[in-house]
């Protein structure tokens, strides 16, 4: 009996089999960005950029600096630094693999900075403060995203190495409130203000907090019972399990203020002396005792209002004296003028700090080995709330930050005898004559060098079409005029068209002429928009 054959059927199984079992093993990646990440885009950069810009400038009209730090640094930098039992060191840093010393991403700023001024020495020469820097860029947490709360998110932030004094502490906050108020943004939040003493201070409230926990240890959360088994009991203070919040809320609790020394309370009463002297109101919480009277100098267009937080401790070890945040208010968002409701804002309660810092002077001293005391006192912001605030007060209030967009202006080049034939003859692309393209090139780029700078965006489209693809293309990008470059018109004369998108007007012109005749009707057409 003849043996089957199988060559056609192993032909044709044998490639698919093998494809389907690759394919199982070595999937192809997935679109998604990974989670608690974003791709972002044109708009969104654009936006970005220019809000970076904003910051920057108004930094640096303070004698503050840029400075640039890797990002990843050493994991025992962090360690030291933030604190063992912290959650960002315990549980929240990306390490790098296979590194030695071991590498992680960073997950905050002030480390690295006192880190790079160490290594350059300013930090170590008195004689060389103050230093004022500021940095902007990327750090990486492992939180549970949230709207407002991601694994990769920009920070701008500002550090004031080498300043020991409180009066540096309301310059440091009175940054802050500079560049909110640059954004537009003051008024909607409220600076909430502490003081966690010197050392001496903060060890009698931390034994104090610790035996008045004692008794309700079993209704605290198992988060916050390891925390006072390591000696982190100050993190019980702002922790948002329900559970501990409960506890934290007896009227019996002792207070942080209580358990200051003569110096530390001098040293706050005076910070908030000056604050109120400016003009920042104190408002709710428990009344801070300052000296000045509050609402008048300095900030009388655009009152601040300051409560004092006993509670606010700040979730990194190096903190003390002046602890610091900028929280969105309450009631959030703008009155929404539609429905005369009080908007809550996009960002949550627990995200609503878009600004914190505060004073750190033992951070030079723990990372150096004892061997360089340095004052400082700094705050970082989230970009990436800023932004949510922003496009939520655009929406509320139509007042927009953002300058109006560049006026778009396509130039293209037009196969005017449908000659489009992918390949075809005459020299140029898909048919059209090299001489229209060049022609086209010449009229773009002296566009785009004739002075107007940042206001002029000129496209062009290089997939030739007939002009109906070619003025889709241009309404597709929203162009306002369009430099239409054909053949038959430039045989007649050197004449190309331009044209009004929006009034339809059409102009035959010499191409020596573009620039001015475009400049002309740029001119005339109406309101631009914004980003
Ligand atoms: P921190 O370094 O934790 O003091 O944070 C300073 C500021 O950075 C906060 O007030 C937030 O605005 C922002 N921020 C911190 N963590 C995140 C995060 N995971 N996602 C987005 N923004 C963040």
Redesign the pocket.
């Known amino acids: 009996m003849p043996r089957p054959n199988y060559n056609g059927f192993k032909r044709t199984l044998h490639p698919l089999l093998c494809r389907f079992l690759s394919a199982k093993k070595n999937p192809p990646p997935s679109f998604h960005p990974p989670r ?1 990440t974003h791709d972002t885009f044109h708009a969104t950069n654009r936006k970005r950029r220019h809000l970076e810009r904003l910051l920057q400038t108004t930094i640096e009209k303070h004698g503050v600096s840029e400075i640039k730090t890797p990002t990843f640094d050493h994991r025992s930098l962090f360690d030291r630094a933030l604190g063992a039992t912290t959650d ?1 060191v315990s549980k929240e840093m990306y390490s790098l693999d296979h590194t030695d010393p071991p590498l992680v991403l960073r ?4 480390a690295s900075v006192a880190r790079a001024l160490l290594h350059q020495g300013t930090a170590t020469q008195p004689h060389l403060w103050p230093c004022k820097v500021w940095y902007s860029g990327s ?1 990486y ?1 492992r ?1 549970r ?1 949230q709207k ?4 990769q ?3 701008f ?1 500002v550090e004031l190495v080498g300043c020991g004094t409180w009066m540096d502490d309301v310059e440091c906050i009175m940054m802050g409130h500079d560049v909110l108020q640059r954004l537009g943004l003051a008024p909607y939040v409220e600076l909430r203000l502490n003081s966690l003493g010197d050392q001496e201070s903060r060890t009698r409230y931390k034994e104090t907090l610790t035996e008045w926990l004692r008794p309700y240890m079993d209704e605290l959360s198992d988060t916050s019972q390891t925390r006072i088994r390591n000696g982190d009991v100050l993190r019980v203070l702002d922790s948002k399990r329900p559970e501990d919040r409960q506890v934290m809320a007896r009227d019996d609790r002792p207070l942080m203020s209580h358990s200051w020394n003569a110096a530390s309370k001098d040293h706050f009463e005076k910070v908030v002396g000056m604050l109120r002297e400016v003009g920042v109101m104190v408002d709710g919480g428990e009344e801070v005792e300052g000296e000045g009277e509050g609402g008048k100098g300095l900030l009388a267009s655009n009152p601040m209002t300051m409560v004092h937080d006993e509670a606010l401790v ?3 070890d190096y903190y003390c004296h002046t602890a610091f ?2 929280v969105v208010k309450e009631s959030g968002g703008k009155q929404n003028k539609k429905n005369k409701k009080k908007k809550k804002s996009v960002l949550g309660r627990q ?1 609503g ?5 505060g004073r750190y002077d033992q951070l030079y001293s723990v990372l150096s080995g004892g061997k360089h005391d340095v004052p400082a006192v700094g ?8 932004a949510l605030m922003l496009e939520e007060l655009e929406e509320d209030t139509a007042e927009s930050l953002w300058p109006l967009a560049p006026v778009k202006i396509a130039v293209l080049p037009v196969g005017d005898k449908g000659a489009m034939v992918c390949g075809g003859g005459g020299g140029g692309s898909g048919g059209v004559p090299a001489a229209v393209l060049s022609t086209a090139l010449r009229i773009g780029h002296g566009l785009r060098n004739c002075g107007e700078g940042d206001d002029w965006d000129v496209l062009t489209n290089n997939d030739v079409g007939r002009l109906k693809q070619q003025m889709k293309f241009a309404n597709r990008e929203a162009c306002e005029v369009v430099v239409l470059v054909g053949e038959d018109e430039l045989d007649q004369g050197g004449c190309v068209s331009v044209k009004n998108m929006a009034t339809s007007e059409q102009v035959q012109v010499e191409v020596g002429q573009v620039v001015e005749v475009v400049r002309k009707m740029v001119s005339r057409s109406g309101g631009r928009a914004r980003w």
């Open positions: 608690g960002v997950p905050e700023g002030t750090f947490r939180e995203p407002g709360r991601y694994r998110f920009d920070q932030g700040r979730g990194l945040e900028f995200q700090t878009v600004l914190a810092g705050w970082a912001l989230g970009m990436d709330r800023i």
